[in-house]
């Protein structure tokens, strides 16, 4: 990708390429890909095979117009004169689509002209080397070029692509122009908000990372996309990404955009959002290649208009990139990935630059952006990254997949099957943690893998959704095992299905930390960011970090925080507790009538607490949350929090309704919280308190108290959304007595008894 600096535009040979001289349909049909590993070791098999002089990795560059084109070329013969461009793949070469050739042939060109015109060359010979990692044999192709005939196709190319860069340098110096004078949407910053929107800028400033505990409602989004547009101005900025747990942090990150833009129509900025392809996708019951998805078929004759009709747009939110795809009869999921190249804004879940083979992350590294990141509710991020870098093998479907196998993968799953019986063998009980992964096994996996992998490359047109989806669990399995160490366990638990085998990641900090140095400056902020030691140790936050507790704008005569002592939600003591807390609540409801939200730690002790507040005050209406609600479901329950309604909506802490809900107002005036919200002992959760009190000495803490305060917290802040707000929030726990747990509570909070 591209960086516009000082009338100069730099780009990738291989972005180059891929604008210039990709043709024809999308065709994304499965057929199993190398690994980065493997690929890696192709090139070093090929380069081992060549003579003493063979160069590899060798850095390029040159310059036509205002463009500067650079890369590496992967090897040259100066014996032979034979630059190389080595593809590394696995399967029938004939089956690879003619325009994926056609754009390896581009790369190999540009290389080689770059190449004749750094060593002053009169001409060689191009070779495609394709290397199959199965057999371990190479196919080359080559052409012979005169230095004259590759400057030649040098500059077409570069002349396809000079009228994008000078327009792409318009843009960014009048969007630079624009936001050096871009002034705050609102006559004045909200209480609070001017605090985070300076601690974000000065970040940037500094090029650090940035914890920011930041009170719910003093406009977060605005206050922190505004600093960091600023910032791209002043700092240099290539992109912003705002990144999100939910979908409607996404949407207020949007709202933030369009009301910028609004109040600076002359500011030209691309704004994109980024959406799961299974809610982008059109046509779900059709493949994603040119002979059954209409949209992909001539997809990138047709990219050209449709990115071109799409950067005029400026929002493209989900719904403007369909709009504009379908106008093109392009695939709007496809779309959005190519115009991420070309945004200004970049609105996402946090998977696009956090997990594993994040989009953005592979964009920026590739294109050497500098990006300013903004990860919104960022209280959320220990518990999703985790879950991007844990694994899971089920034995259930390894059975599964034995019994109707292709002959030549019975043998390498019996082998498989043969070494999990193995690791069976010392699993006693429901529950294990293995101090290694081991090799024996990890082989059998590997290699089962690889068998699959070459099945399907050998039967491109096969269709077998469990063996595909077992394939990607496997690799995903053993990538993650060679990076297995401290920050993670190797367990096995047992139910009635059979063994889970599991790469269980507790400290995400090893895989994050290289996403935050690859952005100039990372800002986090929630309402729920303490301690802050806690955030930083498990996301591998830089050390240079700075922190900021964001001043509330909210008042302690607002909020009346109750702490009903007497009570003990501990498992053991939850049935005497049933009729104080239904006592409680009635209380409060007869004292002041209107909306309130109880929260539990379990839907059963949820379910016991309605049971008898409905049995003994049936004049109250109530309203629970269901299991895996669905959402309609989620909106037919907050439907019933109107500014003129009143009853009881009961919930489980840490669900949908105890974070992200906006009620203001009358639509909620108070909460009780029956729980400390800590997770359940269970052995998983112990062996993380062990690992955790190894690494970081505060085992418990880091374990049960401070996630569970962080759902407290979150819930509480439903209540008070604005200046104008009043209401109750009642902590239902003997242990809300404690001073570490008080320590944990928001500073502005007043505390009765």
């Given at each position: ?12 040979v ?24 493997e ?14 002089g ?60 770059l ?14 080397v ?6 371990q044999?190479?196919?080359?192709f ?28 318009a843009?960014?110096?009048e ?24 601690a ?6 500094r ?36 990144l999100?747990?939910k ?20 500011l ?10 299974t809610?982008?996708?059109e ?46 009869q ?26 594993l083979?994040?989009?953005l ?9 500098k ?9 959320n ?23 109707g ?9 019996a ?13 006693d ?11 024996k096994?990890?082989d ?62 507790i400290?995400?900090?090893p895989f ?16 729920t960011l ?27 005569a ?14 053991q ?12 609540m009635a209380?409060q409801?007869?004292?002041a009538p ?45 439907a019933?929090?109107?500014?003129s ?5 009961f ?8 974070e ?21 002992i ?53 242990r ?11 500073a ?6």
């Amino acid at each position: 990708m591209a960086r516009g600096r000082r009338l100069s535009y730099v780009v990738a040979v291989r972005a180059l390429c891929e604008f210039t001289a990709k043709e024809g349909d999308l065709d994304l049909r499965f057929t199993p890909s190398p690994s980065a590993q493997e690929g890696m070791a192709g090139h070093a098999a090929v380069a081992a095979r060549r003579d003493a002089g063979y160069q590899r990795e060798v850095s390029l560059s040159g310059a036509y117009g205002p463009l500067r084109v650079r890369g590496r070329a992967d090897g040259y013969d100066p014996a032979r004169r034979q630059l190389e461009e080595i593809k590394t793949f696995r399967g029938d070469l004939a089956a690879m689509p003619a325009n994926h050739r056609q754009l390896h042939w581009a790369q190999a060109r540009i290389y080689g002209h770059l190449l004749c015109q750094t060593l002053g060359l009169d001409g060689l010979r191009v070779a495609l080397v394709y290397f199959d990692i199965a057999s371990q044999k190479e196919t080359v192709f080559h052409e012979e070029h005169t230095a004259a005939t590759l400057q030649a196709y040098f500059e077409r190319q570069c002349g396809r692509f000079l009228a994008w860069a000078e327009r792409e340098l318009a843009h960014r110096a009048e969007r630079d122009a624009q936001l050096r004078a871009l002034r705050f949407p609102h006559a004045d910053f909200r209480p609070g908000q001017r605090q985070l929107a300076e601690a974000i800028y000065k970040a940037s400033s500094r090029a650090c990372c940035l914890l920011a505990q930041a009170p719910t409602g003093i406009g977060k989004s605005v206050g922190s996309l505004f600093p960091m547009l600023k910032a791209s101005a002043e700092h240099g900025l290539d992109k912003v990404f705002f990144l999100a747990a939910k979908t409607s942090g996404r949407q207020l990150a949007l709202d933030a955009c369009a009301l910028i833009q609004r109040h600076a129509p002359a500011l030209p900025l691309r704004v994109l959002e980024l959406s799961a392809k299974t809610t982008a996708c059109e046509h779900p019951d059709k493949a994603c290649h040119g002979d059954a998805c209409p949209l992909a078929r001539g997809f990138y004759d047709r990219l050209a208009a449709a990115r071109a009709a799409a950067l005029r747009t400026g929002m493209l939110d989900k719904a403007g990139v369909r709009a504009v795809a379908l106008a093109h009869q392009v695939c709007p999921y496809y779309l959005a990935t190519e115009l991420a190249r070309w945004a200004d804004v970049i609105v996402g879940d946090y998977n696009y630059y956090f997990d594993l083979g994040a989009m953005l992350h592979s964009l920026t590294v590739a294109g050497d952006w500098k990006v300013g990141v903004l990860v919104d509710e960022a209280h959320n991020m220990v518990a999703r990254a985790r879950k991007m870098y844990s694994a899971e093998l089920q034995y259930a479907s390894l059975k599964a997949l034995r019994k109707g196998a292709p002959a030549p993968l019975k043998k390498p799953l019996a082998r498989l099957q043969r070494q999990w019986a193995a690791l069976d063998k010392e699993f006693d009980g429901e529950y294990r943690v293995y101090p290694a992964i081991p090799e024996k096994f990890l082989d059998a996996l590997q290699g089962a893998a690889t068998a699959i992998g070459d099945h399907f490359a050998d039967h491109p047109g096969a269709v077998d959704a469990e063996l595909q989806r077992f394939y990607f669990d496997a690799l995903h399995f053993t990538r993650l095992a060679e990076s297995f160490g401290a920050h993670s366990l190797f367990d096995a638990s047992r139910d009635a299905a059979g063994t889970l085998l599991c790469i269980r990641n507790i400290v995400p900090a090893p895989f994050l930390t290289p996403r935050f140095a690859a952005s100039r400056s990372c800002a986090l902020f929630s309402a729920t960011l303490s301690p802050w030691n806690y955030y930083s140790d498990q996301l591998g936050m830089p050390d240079n970090t700075a922190w900021v507790d964001v001043d509330s704008p909210f008042s302690a005569a607002q909020l009346s925080v109750r702490v009903a002592g007497g009570i003990s939600t501990r498992y053991q003591h939850r049935a005497a507790s049933l009729a104080p807390i239904v006592e409680l609540m009635a209380r409060q409801y007869a004292d002041a009538p209107g909306n309130y939200l109880a929260f539990f730690s379990s839907f059963d002790y949820m379910e016991r607490v309605a049971a008898l507040f409905a049995e003994r005050h049936p004049g109250v209406p109530l309203w629970r949350q269901q299991r895996r609600m669905d959402e309609a479901g989620r909106e037919q329950f907050l439907a019933r929090f109107t500014t003129s309604g009143e009853g009881i909506g009961f919930a489980v802490l840490g669900g949908a309704f105890g974070e992200g809900i906006d009620l203001p107002g009358a639509r909620l005036i108070g909460a009780f919280i029956a729980t400390l919200g800590l997770p359940q002992i269970n052995p998983v959760n112990e062996q993380i308190r062990q690992r955790m009190d190894a690494l970081f000495g505060a085992g418990y803490d880091y374990t049960y108290l401070f996630p569970g305060m962080q759902k407290v917290v979150q819930a509480a802040g439903r209540v008070i959304r604005s200046q104008s707000d009043r209401g109750v929030v009642y902590l239902i726990d003997d242990r809300f007595a404690r001073p570490e747990v008080r320590r944990l509570l928001p500073a502005w909070w007043r505390l009765e008894a």
